[in-house]
């Protein structure tokens, strides 16, 4: 253990690992740097002035302040130190140094041990620890599943130590400010105490006078100088804070991408089915099964092809005396065919007869419609003209008819228009009671704001009224005695 710590430096006093660090260390060196800065260098090298008046005579609350500003920065300061080891061994590229281009579970049980020596002499946690916890979740498992909730696992942890490094710093932010107006109240109290007895008290001597308003300035001093402190500590403290930590968030998403690409994606599983006893037994059931099924088969093959010898011999010998008595029948046939042609003979010449006759009764009735057809052509050209003149007339009288629609039109148009008159002005009526109705209730807020005026302005002349008999003694004159040291 001494060999580690020596190889890690003074720094794992303060340095927790996991982007964290040791908060009461910090704290004990915070204190110890205030003391030196406040006795050793370099504020006793500043008396007198304004900055030794500003941390060392307004009160208690700049030690506060200057502590809470060392604490803060010594977490700030071990914070980068820490991180600096954690960029180092990702610079480092330790996956690349393995030279593998696949992890097996059993290379990934292998190289354990190596990782945990890189985190013991770099002094670095995150990705040491992330590696070595998915190798470790692989090796055992042999699940790549497994491998990435590992991974998952510890970027949660890993974000959830870093928002937890940070709450302390953000306390302190908070804190210093409400210590300036914690001095700022102390100020003003001290101020109004001063300025009371000052007014109540019948000085008159200049000095006492002069005395009494060094209380009223130095109060306000205290009140306003103590805010300044604070205000700009926070100031100091709040900047490198806020970088810091967006470079630490950065730092994370490059381990989380280095794991990804260099762990996770060369992970490989060789995949070997072994039988199980269930399998077993299925795959005996199935062999019996289609050595059942190939007998059976077999045995309807065998008695199939014997019924269809059977079959086709019955049907041969049907055929052959299907063939016999049909022959006698195609003899018949061939007779009745001569026969049929004999007479097919006779009906074409009868054909040709009534062929003529036809041709002779068509032309004389084509020309019979011919004749008809003419005499209709004549009395539809009749009837044309008597349907033009019709037409001609009932034109006429339609055109007379639109004449009069289009009178009407016009008259119903400029009564519509005057009636579109009237509507536009009575909505023009309508906008400007709309705009009277605005201005009315403008006024009627002005009134009400008035009124309220009128009222603080009230409270105002009773508060001044209440103060008038301290003006009217504080305006009093006074009697001031100048006493004169006798001469011995």
């Not at 057809?373 to 033009?388: P, T, Y």
């Not at 009575?426 to 807020?445: D, G, I, S, W």
């Amino acid at each position: 253990m001494s060999e580690q710590s020596d190889r890690r430096g003074l720094l794992w006093f303060f340095y927790m690992g996991r982007m964290d660090v040791h908060i009461g260390m910090c704290g004990l060196l915070g204190v110890v740097l205030s003391a030196i800065f406040y006795f050793v260098f370099p504020l006793p090298f500043l008396k007198p002035g304004y900055i030794f008046n500003l941390f060392a005579s307004r009160g208690w609350v700049p030690y506060g302040i200057t502590i809470l500003f060392f604490w803060g920065l010594i977490v700030l300061i071990v914070k980068s130190l820490g991180m600096r080891r954690e960029r180092a061994c990702l610079v480092g590229d330790p996956m690349a140094k393995l030279g593998l281009d696949k992890i097996t579970p059993g290379i990934a049980c292998k190289v354990l041990p190596k990782f945990e020596a890189l985190a013991d002499v770099r002094g670095a946690t995150v990705l040491p620890n992330r590696i070595h916890r998915m190798l470790g979740q692989f090796g055992t498992t042999s699940n790549k599943d497994a491998m990435e909730n590992a991974l998952r696992q510890e970027v949660e942890i890993d974000e959830a130590r870093l928002a937890s490094s940070y709450v302390m710093l953000k306390v302190f932010i908070w804190a210093i400010p409400i210590l300036g107006f914690i001095g700022t109240v102390i100020g003003i109290v001290q101020a109004v105490s001063g300025f009371a007895s000052f007014v109540d008290s019948s000085v008159a001597d200049i000095a006492e006078i002069k005395g009494g308003l060094g209380l009223v300035t130095s109060g306000l001093s205290v009140a306003f100088e103590t805010t300044l402190l604070a205000l700009v500590i926070s100031l100091i403290m709040m900047i490198p804070m806020s970088a810091l930590q967006k470079q630490e968030e950065n730092l994370l998403l490059s381990f989380d991408r280095y794991c990804i690409d260099n762990v996770l994606s060369k992970a490989r599983i060789k995949k070997i089915e072994t039988p199980t006893p269930e399998s077993a037994i299925l795959s005996k059931v199935l062999e019996m099964s289609m050595r059942n099924q190939m007998e059976i088969l077999e045995q309807f093959k065998s008695s199939f092809i014997s019924a269809l010898r059977d079959e086709g011999e019955a049907f041969s010998k049907t055929v052959s005396a299907y063939t016999d008595s049909q022959k006698s029948g195609l003899l018949e046939y061939a007779r009745i065919a001569e026969s049929a042609a004999g007479q097919f003979t006779h009906l074409r010449v009868t054909a040709g007869e009534m062929n003529k006759s036809v041709a002779a009764a068509t032309a004389e009735a084509s020309r019979q419609i011919s004749e008809a057809f003419e005499k209709n052509i004549e009395a539809l050209a009749g009837e044309r003209e008597a349907a033009h003149k019709e037409a001609s007339k009932l034109i006429g009288a339609i055109q007379e008819a639109a004449s009069a629609c289009l009178s009407s039109t016009k008259s119903l148009q400029s009564g519509f228009e005057t009636k579109v008159d009237a509507f536009t002005a009575a909505v023009a009526r309508q906008q400007e009671a709309a705009e009277l109705l605005n201005a009315a209730n403008r006024n009627l807020e002005l009134l009400t704001s008035t009124k309220e005026v009128i009222g603080v302005l009230e409270s105002l002349k009773t508060q001044l009224a209440a103060l008038t008999p301290a003006v009217e003694r504080f305006a009093r004159p006074r009697t001031i005695r100048v006493v004169e040291e006798q001469k011995s």
